[in-house]
């Protein structure tokens, strides 16, 4: 269990986080997300033990990281946002001289490479040279130094930045499977990748901690998009009365049809509020076009949290 507590961390005048507290669970993945600048590389740096925190702590397993942070780092596999990678060396040589500095050796090194460059579908390249590969693939070299040793955490800064389409769905499906044995945090401005590997989401807002939830719980907070012609205009008041809609917002109009967006309370059934609007719809005396339960996007989710700060 990784307990991040009160980290602050100062750049001279700048504030780059500010008392952002929260506890990762073994095997959880983690999505981290934030507008450019929000602190996401910052905090990931804290955690990997590379960059100390100006105030508050981080611990592993009760450990403190500032007091531990060697053998910490021997269990923790991290992808930083830029890879200190060497163009002249070749991709095995590279991941060697990796394994080597976390301590892998013998049989367990060899093992280690193999299933590093397995897992990233880089065995092709081993012999390679770095500086001739692609951006995507040195991105895989950097992903794959992080699995050295098969850590029990892994901190990836941006994982699939460079990535084509087919190896960003590798790199979700490796997410996937990295879960099973590894607590992942991830790092992305992609809210498709946090919603297809992500149990929770952590969104930081002006090095704030702005939203700390599980991904269910986002996709719990249904709404229901209605579409009605303009049979009944006293509908908005009526559905706005109802029990478990929280919110009624009008969406697109014409002259056929109006349209909103009704958002539920958290502890609501959507199917039971489904029920209740098309009854109050046909009682109105207007024609019901279209009645969809969709779960919130993380999407609007993050637009709602970041505000102006997205801009
Ligand atoms: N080494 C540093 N020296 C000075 N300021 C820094 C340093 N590292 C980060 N910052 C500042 O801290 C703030 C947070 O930066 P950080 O890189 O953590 O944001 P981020 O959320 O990862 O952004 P991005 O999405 O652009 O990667 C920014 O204002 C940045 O300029």
Redesign the pocket.
Known sequence: MIEASHLTRR??R?T??SNVSFTIRDNEVVGLL??????????MRMLSGYLEPTTGEISVDGEKLGQNAYCIQRQLGYLP?NLPIYPEMYVADYLHYVATIKGIGGEARVRSIREALYATEMQEHALDNIGRLSRGQKQRVGVAQALLGRPRYLILDEPTNGLDPHQTEHMRELIGQLARRATVIV?T?IMQEVEAVCDRVLI?RN?QLALDRPLADLRRCAELHLRTDHGAPELYSILQALPGIDSVRPLEEDEHSQSWRLELTADADAETVAGLVSDCVYNSGARLYRLENSGRHLEDVFREVIGDAGH
Request: glycine residues 24%; charged residues 10%.
């Open positions: 750049f001279g700048n780059a986080v934030g507008p450019n600048g929000a602190g996401k590389t910052t905090i946002e790092s401005h930081l090095g």
